[in-house]
């Protein structure tokens, strides 16, 4: 069995030589987003920080490979995945991260495979990844008062905000909303 240094450095090593330069420190700051956010809502800081690295190591693979991978999870693939293949990256990396690293951990598994949509019901190491994803200091919206405002939320507080942001921004866009999105967000306001 290996221990969690070990298993850090072969997927940050892994993340590292998969990843473009940018994804790459995207993760890093995901990452770290996610500890701190662990801490803040007493979870378990290492699981959040290795979810983080982990999230995007497949981002880059190709149609194939990704669909290969996440078909492996059993669940079906949806109108939007199918439609934008890159979509199941996520899905993908929990199901390398089982097969090619030996991760057994659920919380780790769960949170890489539902960080892009989320999911009602999720765990809440899912949560603090899904958030930290969209609010990690390198996205262009998150500012030092972005961060002040949510200072004082819950945990499913900070969840719903983030997750109504990132529907607004879709719609604004003329994009999709992934269901599994709009349930998350109907489990927690209902």
Do not use: W
């Not at 998969?18 to 890093?28: A, F, L, N, Q, T």
């Not at 979810?51 to 693939?77: F, R």
């Not at 809440?124 to 996205?139: F, M, W």
Request: proline content about 2%; some cysteine.
């Amino acid at each position: 069995m290996k221990t969690y240094e070990t298993l850090l450095a072969e997927v940050t090593e892994y993340a590292k030589s998969h990843e473009k330069k940018e994804r790459y420190e995207h993760s890093v700051r995901t990452a770290a987003t996610c500890a701190e956010l662990c801490r803040r809502f007493g979870e378990d800081e290492q699981k959040g920080f290795f979810a983080g690295i982990a999230h995007d190591i497949c981002k880059e693979c190709s149609d194939m490979e990704l669909v290969s991978l996440a078909v492996k999870d059993g669940l079906p693939v949806s109108q939007i995945e199918r439609t934008k293949v890159s979509l199941l990256h996520g899905r993908a990396a929990a199901t390398l991260l089982q097969e090619q690293f030996g991760v057994t951990d659920s919380e780790i598994i769960e949170a890489v495979q539902h960080h892009t949509f989320g999911k009602a019901g999720m765990c809440n190491l899912a949560k603090l990844l899904y958030v930290a994803d969209k609010i990690e200091p390198g996205r262009e919206h998150i500012t030092e008062k972005y961060l002040k405002k949510t200072e004082g939320m819950s945990l499913n507080e900070l969840v719903i905000s983030v997750l109504s942001e990132n529907i607004s921004y879709l719609q604004e866009n003329g994009k999709k909303i992934a269901p599994a999105t709009q349930e998350l967000l109907d489990s927690l306001v209902g």
